[in-house]
């Protein structure tokens, strides 16, 4: 189960939302730019009690975590983890509606860059003491990229939604969340 989604600042720590869309349930993140952040998904255990699985890669299928963009990011390249270091480095096609399962390519793209953080000390995310942690007091394991996401999958103008979800070690999927990210003119 989903227990936090949404982004942090290059250094770590986590803004509040806009708002959220008209549904009232999606958040709306704002950018100035559409890269130098991350994006950040955390879960914890679900009502199957299994384990929370934590490949982000898997040519051919799909990984346990799953995410997809509405619209490409960066160039929306279609090549499968084009994400270097050896050129060229590539964007990630965007999926819309989102579809996991007729997406495997797709899901890979974007997962692939992120990497399963099951330490707090090791999260991409820094609480008001400026130490690694999770968002969520819940979380058993974070999802977020290595590294800030790069000019090579910059989110464009507008909005973009950015839809997610984890299953446990044997494939079982959470319940998906959306937010979306407005990268401002």
Same mark, same amino acid.
């Given at each position: 189960m989903i227990t936090f989604m949404g982004i942090a600042r290059a250094d770590g720590s986590v803004p509040q939302p806009l708002g959220t &869309? !008209? *549904? =009232?349930v999606t958040q709306i993140y704002t950018r100035?730019? =559409?890269f130098g952040f991350f994006l950040v998904v955390e879960a914890k255990v679900g009502p199957s009690g299994r384990p929370i699985g934590t490949t982000t890669f898997s040519p051919g299928e799909l !990984?346990? /975590? $799953?995410?997809v963009v509405s619209r490409p990011l960066g160039n929306g390249s279609t090549a499968v983890c *084009? #994400? =270097?270091? &050896?050129e060229p480095i590539g964007g990630? !096609? =965007?999926v819309n509606p989102p579809d996991f399962n007729s997406n495997v390519n797709a899901v890979n793209d974007l997962a692939c860059r992120f990497n399963a953080r099951t330490v707090a000390g090791d999260a991409c995310t820094r609480n008001a003491? #400026? *130490?690694s942690a999770f968002v969520s007091s819940q @979380? $058993?394991? #974070? /999802?977020? !990229? @290595?590294v800030g996401l790069g000019s090579e999958v910059e989110f464009p103008v507008g909005d973009t939604f950015v839809t997610a979800e984890v299953t446990d070690a044997i494939g079982q999927p959470g319940f998906p969340q959306t937010i979306i990210i407005r990268v401002l003119p």
């Open positions: &869309a !008209p *549904d =009232g100035e730019v =559409g !990984p346990n /975590f $799953r995410i *084009d #994400q =270097g270091p &050896a990630v !096609p =965007g003491s #400026q *130490d @979380t $058993r394991v #974070q /999802f977020c !990229p @290595t």
